[in-house]
């Protein structure tokens, strides 16, 4: 897909990933629809603005289904119907499994797997009334390997690639693509706050010794928009831990 003047919402793009999302597909000519619970600085508007492109703030909560439906109404009138949803918001609530509360397993399922699936089904309709779309859902290398004290956010993921890949096979005839993106270990304000011993153990896991950029995953996103013949598919940025 030509990503000139298309339409792309990506979810929790204030910051990290998302963020870096919505400056990569700006720069290639895309209008963006930036994405939050909370409101979006009018600064980070005009930033996306400077690369002559179109762009909204839409906020809201995406585990609510209705408020899913509302937001992509609301992108619809101010920019037009979506070509490209990129499903990057996502939570972790970290806790070993036998001390983890059952509001604390399903908040990850809520906003990561339900999250995906409500603005998914919110777009879908008009993507097949156009017979073209690309949807990027965003996974994780912990959903195909697991990590000790993530059980909820490791199958919140998993389910997330599973859900990919059945999207992708209902939407094909109709030209539409699916695919998710699984970064490994990425340096993010996320990233920062753990502390240099636990840094030092997460590089060693990773064959290529080093974290990974938001712009790898960038990089990664406009490619599979960019393709129409690669669908279903789950696309490791993760340094080589999962091969």
């Not at 806790?95 to 339900?114: A, D, G, Q, T, V």
Request: glycine share 10%; net charge negative; proline share 2%.
């Amino acid at each position: 897909m030509e990503l000139t003047n298309k339409n792309v919402f990506i979810t929790g793009s204030s910051r990290g990933i998302g963020w870096g999302l919505a400056q990569a597909f700006a720069k290639q000519g895309a209008n963006i629809v930036l994405n939050g619970r909370k409101e979006i600085p009018t600064e980070k508007i005009e930033e996306i603005k400077a690369n002559s492109v179109e762009c909204i703030a839409v906020c809201g909560d995406i585990s609510s289904f209705e408020d899913a439906g509302r937001m992509i109404e609301e992108a619809n009138q101010k920019l037009g119907t979506i070509d490209i949803l990129i499903n990057n918001a996502g939570i972790t609530n970290d806790k070993l499994l036998l001390r983890m509360k059952p509001e604390e397993f399903s908040s990850c399922l809520e906003i990561n797997l339900l999250g995906t699936f409500n603005m998914t089904q919110q777009v879908l309709k008009q993507m097949m009334k156009k017979r073209s779309g690309v949807i990027l859902n965003m996974a994780s290398v912990i959903g195909q390997i697991g990590n000790v004290g993530q059980s909820n956010y490791a199958a919140s993921k998993a389910g997330v690639i599973g859900f990919t890949k059945s999207v992708a096979r209902e939407v094909a005839p109709r030209g539409i693509t699916c695919n998710a993106l699984a970064p490994g270990f990425i340096e993010t304000e996320m990233t920062d706050q753990l502390s240099d011993k636990v840094k030092e153990q997460i590089e060693g896991q990773i064959p290529l010794k080093t974290y990974g950029q938001v712009e790898d995953v960038a990089q990664a996103a406009v490619f599979l928009a960019q393709s129409s013949y690669i669908t279903g598919q789950v696309i490791n940025i993760d340094g080589g831990m999962v091969m």
